[in-house]
């Protein structure tokens, strides 16, 4: 059986270094990682400040999954430095830290929601009181349900709570809101908000990228184990260039939407056409004097995961 991050035996190790003031809750420099002839990370370098809620994308492949073991200690460098709290990764973890809800470990059964929370804190020197865990993860009412009775979003908010069981300062979310409806993803997200504003650094990973775009101090992004582009989900998209054009057009001809000035992009489904332009004000005058019957007209600039693609996509070319 496969256990919690939190309870591996390490966590309970005697503490190497003394505990740093360093203003850093992850620091890479100059981070290479290779496995046998393959270059994982490739000279990587990025801090995050104490305090931050970061988002960590990548395509597949792109060194994300590695970088993040590296920074929980589970992997070391091959060369460059890496530094978790002031500290080498694994002494961060074994201080008890760090916290990490991942995704790869299964869970115990037999047990309560509460049982299992209050034997993971106290693998920790200093724990949050068990109420207080439950209370921070909304487990409050399922403490005494069996951990195979929970659905899927309450077992992710079980994996939550034995992230958070020893009170760390930083604490690593990978897809936390996988098998959570809407309604609990929100939910979730808004206790994340708290939780940080607390001082506490969270670092998460999420397919969902308009998370990422609402939740996010900043995003780094890597691809080919190098960082590609490291800012505020404002900033990144500010970075790539264009802008989508949506209307409505019955009949729409595409080859001659495709013509207009500025266009680069056309995309139709049914009735509804969204255009990508260099010059979406060239484009929509273009539209208007070529006296199309379009209606509902939008124009918006770059999302998150359309950033995304071309940042990635210009790294593939």
């Not at 270059?39 to 993040?68: C, H, M, R, Y």
Request: proline residues 6%; contains cysteine; negative net charge.
């Amino acid at each position: 059986m496969t256990q919690p991050f939190a309870s591996q035996p390490y966590a309970t190790s005697p503490i190497p270094f003394p505990i740093s003031t360093s203003p850093s809750a992850v620091a890479f420099d100059g981070v290479t990682r290779r496995f046998g002839a393959t270059t994982a990370l490739d000279d990587v370098t990025f801090e995050i400040p104490i305090g931050a809620t970061v988002a960590l994308l990548g395509p597949n492949g792109a060194g994300k999954s590695t970088a993040i073991n590296v920074m929980l200690g589970m992997l070391r460098a091959s060369g460059g430095q890496a530094r978790t709290l002031g500290l080498e990764p694994r002494a961060a973890v074994q201080a008890g830290r760090v916290g990490a809800m991942l995704q790869g470990g299964g869970l115990p059964i037999g047990c309560t929601v509460g049982e299992l929370v209050d034997f993971t804190r106290n693998l920790y020197p200093q724990p949050l009181p068990l109420e207080a865990a439950l209370r921070a993860s909304r487990l409050t009412e399922l403490a005494g349900r069996r951990v195979e009775g929970l659905s899927g979003g309450e077992t992710q908010r079980l994996r939550f709570a034995l992230a958070i069981a020893g009170d760390p300062d930083l604490v690593f979310l990978d897809e936390p809101t996988v098998a959570m409806d809407v309604e609990t993803r929100h939910v979730f997200w808004a206790d994340m908000r708290r939780y940080a504003a607390e001082g506490r650094t969270i670092l998460f990973a999420t397919h969902y990228l308009e998370e990422e775009d609402r939740v996010a101090d900043r995003v780094v992004v890597l691809d080919h184990g190098r960082v590609v582009a490291d800012g505020t989900p404002g900033s990144i998209k500010a970075a790539v260039s264009g802008r989508t054009v949506r209307f409505t057009l019955p009949d729409a001809d595409r080859s001659a939407l495709a013509g207009l000035p500025g266009v680069s992009g056309c995309e139709l489904r049914g009735d509804s056409v969204t255009l990508t332009s260099s010059d979406a004000d060239t484009t929509v005058a273009a539209l208007y004097a070529a006296r199309m019957p379009l209606r509902d007209l939008e124009v918006t600039g770059a999302n998150l995961e359309s950033a995304f693609l071309a940042i990635a996509g210009s790294e593939r070319d």
